[in-house]
């Protein structure tokens, strides 16, 4: 109840077949949310992708993001999201709500301007026995930098986030890999000037942090 009072969707927008909703809400690194949506005709929500919480004290957090640009091309009608808030992520205690639900309209069919970023190519590599993450090259003065995930395994639903010096997310992008060595080209662009620390994720288990520091 003390969360649903503070947390709210507060802005949504559709472009090009791709949505964009921000919300904002209080959280901790153990919980974290799932945004789900529901096409027109559809009857039923599924899920779309989720977000890490972030920090070790329970705060505030605005600019919380997720885009969803997995829309089909000429969709139109009216398409709802709503975002639930895993507080407890643990099996024996699991515990969840729904804060908050919106809708975007589509009145013509979509039509996706550019195809989405292609899956990096993996490197293969031998002797890969722990979890690492290099930030590369940091500092950096270009509008992406190199993230390279090293694991023993595949990951199939790879998170990274990028948060300030404050814990607020900037950015997070949802990629998959095998095991081995990927590399990942990161757009930076609207960031600005200052201190992050990037975090990879293997759903809610975390992988490894890193420094990045942009000129």
């Known amino acids: 109840m003390l969360l649903n009072k ?12 791709r949505t964009t909703l921000n919300w ?5 690194s153990s919980m974290k949310y799932e945004i789900e949506r529901k ?12 977000l890490q919480g972030t920090g070790t004290i329970l705060s505030n957090k605005t600019g919380l993001q997720f ?6 091309n000429g969709t139109v009608g009216t398409i709802w999201y709503r975002i639930k808030q895993v507080i407890d992520t643990s099996a024996a205690g699991l515990a969840s709500t729904y804060f908050d639900s919106v809708s975007v309209i589509i009145a013509t069919p ?7 970023t292609p899956t990096p190519t993996p490197t293969p590599i031998v002797n890969i026995t722990v979890d690492r993450i290099i930030v590369m090259p940091t ?3 270009t509008p992406q930098f190199t993230l390279r995930v090293e694991t023993p395994y595949a990951v199939n639903n790879l998170t990274i986030c990028i948060t300030d010096m404050k814990g607020s997310l900037m950015n997070q992008l949802k990629k998959s890999k095998v095991a081995g060595r990927t590399d990942f080209v990161v757009d930076i662009s609207r960031l ?8 990879v994720y293997n759903e809610s288990i975390l992988i490894g942090n890193g420094r990045l520091v942009k000129l």
């Open 6 to 17: 503070y947390a709210k969707i507060t802005s949504s927008s559709n472009t090009n077949c």
């Open 24 to 28: 904002k809400s209080k959280d901790v």
């Open 39 to 50: 096409l027109p005709l559809e009857t039923a929500y599924a899920k779309v992708g989720e």
């Open 67 to 72: 885009i969803d640009n997995s829309i089909a």
């Open 110 to 116: 979509c039509i996706l301007l550019s195809l989405p």
């Open 139 to 141: 500092p950096v003065s």
């Open 192 to 199: 600005d000037k200052g201190t992050y620390v990037v975090s």
